[in-house]
């Protein structure tokens, strides 16, 4: 398909476990972001790439978060010893170059669910 | 510290009616502003934007209005249509950053 693509788009996973959450960015899309949306909020910001480079991880929770772009395309969010507060809908955008000013667009989300 | 707030949770307006979807925002370093759309199941998909040296931008039946001293924006439908009824939400951006940061959303709801 032409659009950003997610895997798994549902994935459930016990209290400590390891999880990764693919993203596919559209074809040429230079930059890619994760998103993390809890129930009854917006997305919130967790990481950008520009290239195989994070170039912002700032909105990264804590040190059991990571990703990894390393051929400029398909990026994956890796989440260890999950915890239940990890319970959200994962999203990643891709856009044609940085910057919000180059709309984003959006895969359909991981919703993870940590039981 | 909620920087953009969508005081909104909801909204119920009549088919052929204006639906008003308003947003505030408190940081004055943001000079880019969005309007998502999601439906269920979706991932949000880009609707309409505004950059801080305007105070209009209009595509077809949506119009964004920008109020930098009152640090409001506000997205206008007219006419509302029944598939208009989703969630909707406003983002902005800072200069020099690559992060949106997005309000809690309002729903949406159009009917006959």
């Known amino acids: 398909g032409a659009g950003v693509s997610q895997t798994p788009s549902n994935k459930v996973t016990e209290k400590g476990k390891y999880v990764e959450l693919r993203c596919d960015p559209i074809?040429?899309?230079?930059?890619l972001y994760w998103y993390r949306q809890s129930l009854g909020q917006g997305p919130e910001f967790l990481i950008y790439f520009q290239g195989t480079g994070a170039a912002d991880d700032s909105g990264l929770p804590n040190d059991r978060f990571f990703a990894v772009r390393p051929e400029g395309s398909v990026s994956t969010l890796k989440i260890q010893r999950t915890e239940r507060g990890d319970s959200a809908v994962y999203l990643c955008a891709s856009s044609l170059d940085r910057g919000p000013v180059t709309e984003a667009f959006f895969g359909q989300g991981t919703r993870l669910t940590v039981v | 510290d909620q920087q953009v707030k969508q005081n909104s949770p909801s909204l119920s307006v009549q088919e052929g009616r204006i639906s008003i979807l308003n947003c505030d925002y408190t940081?004055?370093?943001?000079?880019?502003f969005l309007w998502y759309k999601k439906y269920p199941a979706e991932g949000p998909t880009f609707l309409i934007s505004i950059s801080s040296i305007k105070d209009k931008n209009e595509d077809g039946r949506f119009t964004v209005f920008l109020n930098k001293s009152a640090k409001h924006l506000s997205l206008h439908i007219v006419p509302s249509q029944p598939g208009d009824s989703a969630v909707y939400f406003c983002a902005a951006s800072a200069r020099n950053t690559d992060k949106l940061i997005f309000g809690t959303g309002t729903r949406l709801q159009v009917f006959p």
């Open positions: 074809s040429g899309h230079t930059a």
């Open positions: 940081n004055s370093m943001f000079d880019y």
